[in-house]
Each structure stands twice: as structure tokens, then as C-alpha cells.
């Protein structure tokens, strides 16, 4: 009986709900163990403490700061399953969320930060780079555009870093959603880059 072939372009689906659910459980023990204010981002010590360019995302301000951010996550989760978000749309994703973070040292008015929505934006850019890839999802990719686009010149962050909001009751850091969504869309976008060469290479090799 002969063997049906596997595909070479399988997506493994599952990868990206599997990071994203990491991401708030994850966040949910870090407020559960009350570490929040351990792990969060401060400008003058994360020099010495940089595991906090990771752990500042799980950290949150308020339980309502957590959940908004875990309501977000999980839209993102289904989007991205929907989008057949594979190995290297979740490489991007890994690979931004340290350099989101760290990123706001550019900013000097920054100088503290916790919560997933830096991360959540870098998602995004993510998404929308990996929807341009085909054309039956590039129209999802320029709403992803459009929001975000529409969110960050309402924010500003590169005159307003930072801006109080009376609906959160604390300053919300406006930097990590740009530096996030740049990032991100930038790590996708060297992912497929690198993806292009391997098939150009692998092409050349054929006889």
C-alpha cells in the first residue's frame, strides 16, 4: 500500500492559540502571586534586571488592566488561528516582545511599564504582515492596518510617549503600542524575508 506524501505547507495552527493562551495564563499567575510590581519595566534599573524586557508584559497594573488586555488576546488568538498563523509568525512574535519593551529606552519621559498591550500591538503587526502573504486574506490585513494606524495618530506617542487616562486610572504608556506594532511588523517582515531566500536557495538546487 503506498504512503500518502506530507505536505511541505502544513501550518501548525495550533502554535499561535498555544502562544497566546501561554501569554495569559502566564499573566494570570504573575497577578495571582502578586508579582506585578516586581517584574515590570523601570527605566533605571532594567539594566540590571533584564528579564523584565520579558516579564514587564505579564505584569498589569489593576485586574481590570489584566482582563481588557486577555479580551484582547483571545480576539487576537482567533484571528490568528483564522489566519493560519504558522512557526514563523510566532518566531516574529517571540523574537518582538523583548525588543518592544526594550525599545522604550528611547523615550526618556518612559519610565516604568507593565501590561500585555505593547505585546498585543506588536501581534498585530505581525498578523498584518503575515495576512499580506496571500490574497485571500490581504483585505483582513488592511483592517489590521487601518485600526491600528487610526489608534496610533489618535495616541501620538511620538510627541506623547505617555498620557493619563481617567478610564484605566494611570498613565498609559502610548510608546509600547507604537514601538510594539513597528517591531512586530518588522520581525514579520525579516521572517519572510529569510522564508524567500530558503525557497530561492532550495530552488536553485533542484536538478
Known sequence: MRMRPHSAHVHPDWLWAAACASFGLASAAVWVFDLSGVLAWHAGTWDRQPW??????LAHLSGAHMVGNLAALGVLAVLGTYLQAGRAAV???MLSWPLGT???WWWPEVTGYSGLSGLLCAAVGVLWRHAQRHPSTRPVGWVLLVTMAVKLLSEQAWTHPIGY????GFNVVYAAHLTGFVIGAACAQAAAWRAS???????????
Open 91 to 93: 518566531a516574529a512574535w
Open 102 to 104: 526594550a525599545a522604550l
Open 52 to 57: 523584565v524586557i520579558w516579564s514587564a508584559s
Open 165 to 168: 487616562d481617567p478610564n484605566w
Open 197 to 207: 531566500r530558503h525557497r530561492s536557495v532550495d530552488h536553485g538546487r533542484r536538478p
